[in-house]
């Protein structure tokens, strides 16, 4: 998987980094079971600090989205992947700020519908 990271982006690289990795598990470039380049490997890889794809790869662990071990890395979890509160609480905020800027955009609800229709579609095939 190639990660392509935006460093003139006010999107912090560590969410950068964690959004690209959800998004190659829910299109299948990323598999269950697979392992994810170490913390060093993968800073060195795209050229950023090993702390933030360490502060990356944590919130994937707190999140769900990889098991981290001593031995192996990060592992990428099986999908789909638990839900509890925690997930459902961050899935709420940051569906409310989306919504929030389409609604100052003037978006309509259908149309705001419309295109998560489309991009879930993405992930289904």
Do not use: W
Request: charged share 25%; net charge negative.
């Amino acid at each position: 998987m190639l990660l392509r990271i935006d460093f003139q982006s006010e999107t912090p690289i560590y969410l950068q980094l964690k959004n690209q990795i959800i998004s190659g598990i829910a299109c299948g470039e990323l598999q269950p079971e697979e392992s994810l380049p170490s913390v060093r490997q993968m800073a060195e890889d795209i050229g950023i600090n090993l702390h933030t794809v360490n502060k990356g790869y944590n919130l994937l662990k707190d999140e769900g989205f990889v098991t981290i071990d001593r031995r192996k890395g990060a592992i990428i979890n099986p999908i789909p992947i638990r839900k509890n509160d925690r997930s459902l609480s961050i899935l709420n905020d940051e569906l409310s700020n989306i919504i929030a800027e389409a609604y100052c955009f003037g978006i309509s609800k259908e149309e705001f519908i419309g295109t998560c229709k489309k991009l879930y579609e993405k992930y289904e095939k």
